[in-house]
């Protein structure tokens, strides 16, 4: 048993988790308060990805520019994608919700790599690409920064929840009638949910574009993503920073080991047995409320 | 077409409770039934073999998941690996020399059992993780089929069906091909229609409205959660099984991923939730728009009337696909089923308004 290799696949696969959680972070925050399961967050950061890519090389804007150009569209995306389709979802039966979402998926999986190229595409996020080395171990820089951002951003969103606009927020996602009653404006407040998980599919979409290249394979992430929010409760961020870690560790260390026994591809059986675990024994996660049974 | 109810007296319980209690739906169902038999005279061999064919084995198993998701209110992300299950079971069995007949049902049964285990879960969750659980299946099966090679004859690798025959006709042919497949879907079609008005039908769509009300009633939603799981899946896995024989020929699991499971799901919901009409209906709508409109696209490209490259034609199914699923949920929840009831009942009463019930 190579020691270096463990922690290395430690690392990084905590790493990726923090990265995976910056997608899962998206469908929290718009399941938080308009109570959707969004199964678009995929296409989202695929879109995302394919923005910035547009912006800075076909605009030719530089890429931290491009990046923040993407923040406003993907924003306004979240806004008019609330507003056109699930705002007419009200009071319909869970089904219809997630097949909306994922039809939505399968229309932005045919619009991003149908107008603007279906061959990978790169952009540099300005990242050095020489790993760290630290003894034996080496550590994808890329993927340090992906993590450290993936922090930066469940952090912030930790703190946004405790503004006056954050309050509102919670308010909405514990009753909807109630909050109407003390003039909150419920649809406000869920469109800038959906707003807010835009933005944070572009934090994704801008890093894992970065890593793997910008084309339809990112909207895949959503599996790992949903793994991580069941696993750490469909509403809570908290859960979403500790789950990422453990799909992450969990999906890197396995198939470091067992891979090469049965010939790759463990991960997903990995991310799988994770669904289906805390599903069978926790179904409402590590941190989710109880009450979470109203899906 | 003139007023059809006109002298329809049920005077007796047995006759108004028919499958089809008006002499003109019978008719059309006759009808409908002969031309389906007659197709391979009328048709030609590459409308027979790639339309037909596999609109009638996909109506087949939108029937069996619509019987799960639409009368028992199960929600089902994963019917392609039920369906794959099916069909490597059917091959490998057929390979070691059961007859086609008993390897259909070896097919559903293997189908079934895999297909309640993971349904198990549905006894604790429902809805969302009701989908996330299926979802996790269709991983779980892919991979294993992909990665045993007992199962899928190794890695990347194509299994061809066997010739075999089917209470001693040779399926070989176009024809005999399409013969088989109809079988099938006429099967499924009456089992689906009947058991909506047996007390199993009763009792799924008792759990489905509201599971503690059913039990309050004296209907156990264990069983019959699990007795829905059991039958979808078994119908799922023999349709799988006859999808391979009759129009694949050659499987491999790339055949039966994700995508297949949610094209599945939008046959079912484009074409009406728990509709029998509404499978066929839909399985033809979700296989053909698709196809029609890259068509069109492509032609009015080549006429010079709009250019667009390759990779957007390429990428014309997907949108509208999406675009399909998202209008037929927002703008017609009740699918293309309700329109045809719709049009049904107007043309029910036609110089008149309104029907009596």
């Known amino acids: 048993m190579d020691i270096s290799y463990f922690i290395e696949l430690l690392i990084n696969g905590a790493l990726t988790g923090l990265m995976y959680s910056m997608v899962a972070l998206g469908i929290v925050l718009i399941y938080k308060s308009a109570g959707v399961p969004n199964l678009a967050q995929g296409a989202m950061v695929m879109i995302s990805a394919y923005l910035i890519w547009m912006f800075s090389s076909l605009v030719g804007l530089p890429i931290y520019v491009a990046i923040a150009v993407a923040v406003v569209g993907m924003f306004l ?39 603007l190229g279906a061959a990978p595409k790169q952009f540099d996020l300005g990242i050095n690409m020489m790993p760290i080395i630290i003894g ?5 820089r890329e993927y340090l920064v992906g993590g450290i951002v993936a922090c930066i951003l469940i952090a912030l969103s930790l703190l946004f929840f405790r503004t006056r606009l954050g309050t509102k927020l919670r308010a909405v996602s514990d009753d909807h009638v109630s909050s109407w009653s003390v003039g909150i404006s419920v649809e406000k407040a869920i469109g800038i949910s959906w707003g807010m998980g835009g933005i944070a599919a572009v934090a994704a979409g801008a890093l894992w574009g970065s890593v793997q290249g ?61 669904i289906l675990l805390t599903i069978i024994f926790r179904p409402h996660g590590m941190f989710g409320r109880e009450d979470i049974e109203r899906v | 077409m003139f007023y059809r109810q006109s002298g329809v007296h049920h005077t007796r319980y047995q006759t108004a409770r028919r499958l089809w209690p008006l002499p003109a739906d019978q008719r059309l169902v006759w009808l409908l039934l002969a031309l389906a038999v007659a197709a391979p005279l009328y048709m030609s ?38 369906m794959a299950i099916g069909a490597y079971t059917s091959i490998h069995l057929t390979r070691a020399g059961v007859p ?58 194509t299994l061809s069906t066997p010739d075999v025959r089917f209470l ?27 058991i909506k008005r047996t007390s199993f039908g009763r009792a799924l769509v008792a759990v489905r409205d509201k599971d ?25 896995g023999v349709s799988g099984a006859v999808l391979a024989f009759c129009y694949y020929q050659a499987v491999t699991p790339e055949q039966f991923g994700f995508n297949v499971s949610i094209q599945l799901v939008a046959m079912v919901l484009v074409g009406g939730l728990g509709s029998v009409v509404g499978a066929y209906l839909g399985a033809g709508f979700v296989l053909l728009v698709p196809i029609i409109l890259t068509n069109l696209v492509a032609g009015a490209a080549v ?29 017609e929840p009740l699918g293309l089923a309700k329109i045809y009831d719709n049009l049904r009942k107007y043309f029910l009463v036609w110089p008149f308004r309104h029907t009596q019930s």
């Open chain 2, 45 to 82: 061999d590459l409308y027979l073999s790639s339309y037909m064919l596999p609109w009638l084995i996909w109506s087949a198993a939108a029937l069996s998941l619509t019987l799960l998701m639409g009368v028992a209110g199960q929600l089902h992300f994963g019917f392609a690996a039920v």
């Open chain 1, 136 to 140: 034996d171990v080496f550590i994808n």
């Open chain 1, 77 to 115: 995306f979240g806004l008019v994608a609330e507003r056109l389709l699930l705002r007419k979802m009200v009071g319909q039966p869970i089904i219809m919700i997630v097949m909306l979402t994922l039809g939505l998926e399968i229309f932005l999986r045919g619009v991003g790599p149908g107008f």
């Open chain 1, 214 to 274: 910008v084309d339809w394979t990112l909207s895949m992430l959503l599996f790992p993503a949903v793994a991580v929010v069941i696993l750490g409760g469909l509403d809570s961020i908290y859960g979403v920073l500790v789950a990422g870690l453990i799909v992450g560790i969990l999906g890197s260390v396995i198939p470091g080991y067992v891979d090469p026994l049965v010939g790759g591809g463990t991960r997903d059986v990995v991310t799988s047995l994770i």
């Open chain 2, 212 to 236: 503690f009300a059913a039990s309050v009633i004296g209907v156990n939603p264990f069983k019959f959660k699990l007795l829905a799981f059991f039958t979808s899946s078994f119908l799922g």
């Open chain 2, 168 to 194: 001693f006709v040779p399926l070989k042919g176009d024809a005999m091909l399409y013969y088989g497949a109809l079988l099938w879907a006429v099967i499924v079609t009456l089992l689906v229609l009947n």
């Open chain 2, 100 to 157: 086609f007949e008993l390897a259909l049902i070896g097919a559903g049964l293997m189908s079934a059992a895999i297909g309640c285990i993971f349904g198990a879960a549905a006894l604790r969750v429902k809805g969302l993780y009701l989908v996330m659980a299926t979802l996790a299946m269709q991983y779980l099966v892919d991979w294993t089929i992909i990665n045993v090679p007992a199962i899928s004859g190794g890695a990347q690798a």
């Open chain 2, 303 to 331: 006429a010079g009337w709009i250019s667009v490259s390759s990779n957007l034609l390429a990428h014309i199914p997907l949108m509208v696909y999406g675009a399909l699923i998202i209008g037929f949920i927002l703008f």
